[in-house]
């Protein structure tokens, strides 16, 4: 955050800056009083849009292939009048396919690690028990790897879409 800010005044005194040297060496004219501060003002206010706007696309950027994005979620802000017309990109989920795990006493089930990250949040990782038969998924903390019997009393299945991103992205051999 500090530096998104620190970024914003140094736009804003770029933009005033370049609106002196403008009318000073370029037009040979006196500026208008308000030039400066107007100047310096859609200059920070653009670098806003840009930076909020781009976050998505810079943050997945260098994801190679064994990175999906499951599902992203839009917002919008009061304090941003802009995003009610155009909502942009908040938070994704993302499965990294190297986190894969398969456990030969479990067939059909895999534990993978989701990451959620958000704009301005932190990042946060999920461990996920995953049932490509039985099209099913679970939230899990136990042990590591896990065992049929903490599997019948531990996890709280979810019924999945044959569809459904995380499902064909896990499974898929």
Excluded at 63 to 82: A, C, H, K, M, N
Excluded at 144 to 160: H, I, N, S, Y
Aim: charged share 20%; proline share 6%.
């Amino acid at each position: 955050m500090i530096f998104v800010l620190l970024g914003t005044f140094i736009a804003g005194i770029g933009a005033a800056g370049a609106v002196m040297v403008l009318y000073k060496f370029i037009l040979h004219r006196p500026r208008p009083k308000g030039a400066v501060p107007i100047a310096a003002g859609i200059a920070m206010i653009l670098l806003q849009i840009v930076l909020d706007y781009g976050w998505y696309s810079r943050a997945t950027a260098d994801f190679g292939d064994d990175v999906v994005v499951l599902q992203t979620r839009e917002g919008t802000s009061l304090l941003q009048p802009l995003s009610f017309l155009f909502p942009r990109t908040d938070r994704f989920l993302a499965l990294d396919k190297t986190s894969i795990k398969t456990n030969n006493a479990l067939p059909g089930i895999k534990l993978a690690t989701l990451f959620q990250a958000e704009k301005d949040g932190p990042t946060s990782t999920i461990e996920q028990l995953i049932d490509c038969t039985g099209s099913r998924r679970a939230d899990w903390s136990g042990t590591l790897p896990p065992t049929q019997e903490e599997l019948q009393g531990k996890a709280k299945w979810f019924d999945l879409d044959k569809q459904d991103p995380l499902l064909k992205a896990a499974c898929e051999e």
